[in-house]
């Protein structure tokens, strides 16, 4: 009885622990704990749990204005570090995809934080994620797109004068006629909930915590 209380003590130990290396954006810290919780016999998609919930909560506090972008962009990375060695523990037959999302910064955007970290997210939330980087064309998205048979495109804007490039995306999805195949959600410090309506995109996320839930929604539908 008391072994057992032991190592539920140290199983919890460890999870607080890699908590805090996520909340303190310990990379190497993080990499440690996370091999050390795999070692004690914790399964990757617990830990992942943990992890998920501990970005949404840097999320929640961003959007609230706690945390600056560069706190929810080193918590991204230190995630990042951890989905690494976690991803390729878990057992195919319970990964279970919730979808097949394509997700890039669009042409003429160089920046790539909050595309960063929206990606990790729904990785962490059970998507597949097909990260085509930053400054990608319209054709990039599409071509990726159908090669895995998405169910989502996100594309992201960082910048005031990239913006139109989010129409652009659109209207060339459209002109090859396969816009009804395709749910769309922007997003990007400049973009609008009225301009993804207004350039015809299905929905619009104000953050990473937020593009997670739209984009569950957009597959239910």
Known sequence: MNEGVKILSSKEEILTKIREDLFNYDAEGIKVDVEKALNMGLSALEIIDVLSDCMREIGDKFARLELFLTDLMMAGD????????????????????????????????????????????????????????????????????????????????????????????????????????????VGGGPVTKEYAEEIGADAYAENAVEAVKVIENLIKK
């Open 78 to 185: 230190t995630m990042k570090v951890a989905l690494e060695i976690l991803l390729p523990k878990i057992p195919k037959e319970k990964a279970v995809s919730k979808g097949k999302i394509v997700i890039g910064t669009i042409k003429g955007d160089i920046h790539d934080i909050g595309k960063n970290i929206v990606s990790a997210m729904l990785t962490a939330s059970g998507f597949e994620v097909y990260d085509i980087g930053k400054d990608a064309p319209p054709s990039k998205f599409l071509e990726e797109a159908e090669k895995v048979k998405a169910d989502v495109i996100g594309a992201s804007a960082l910048m005031t004068t990239t913006m139109p490039a989010l129409k652009d995306l659109i209207d060339y999805i459209n002109a090859k006629g396969l816009r009804s195949k395709y749910k769309i959600i």
